[in-house]
């Protein structure tokens, strides 16, 4: 069975950074697609980045040029590191793994907050 693990949330100040990671475990294969999503209290759960794999890359209009989305293909991990940390960007971060026969998985949930 497949277990995605999430690391690396926390608390940050404004103008911060972090770095989440998500690994798969259980999966004999490669994954087609990862990305990050979030979701903040009262607001429903977006879209922050993804990777295929072959490396084509998705961001929310909001995070482009501070957050990068990156992937180790051999280790079925992925990674986003989050630079200049604002406020609004509090939220728990989900990753998610798409398999190539089309099965979704979520890791679940790593808080990020954002405050001074």
């Known amino acids: 069975q497949v277990q995605l693990v999430e690391s690396g949330g926390g608390l940050v100040q404004p103008g911060g950074s972090l770095r989440l990671s998500c690994a798969a475990s259980?999966?004999?294969?490669?994954?087609?697609?990862m990305g990050w999503y979030r979701q903040a209290p009262g607001k429903e759960r977006e879209l922050v980045a993804r990777i295929t794999r072959g490396g084509n890359t998705n961001y929310l209009d909001s995070v482009k040029g501070r957050f990068t989305i990156s992937r180790d293909g051999t280790k079925n991990t992925v990674y986003l590191q989050m630079n200049s940390l604002k406020p609004e960007d509090t939220a728990v971060y989900y990753c998610?793994?798409?398999?190539?026969?089309?099965?979704?998985?979520w890791g679940q949930g790593t808080q990020v907050t954002v405050s001074s």
């Open positions: 998610q793994f798409t398999a190539w026969d089309a099965k979704i998985y």
């Open positions: 259980g999966s004999r294969g490669a994954f087609y697609r």
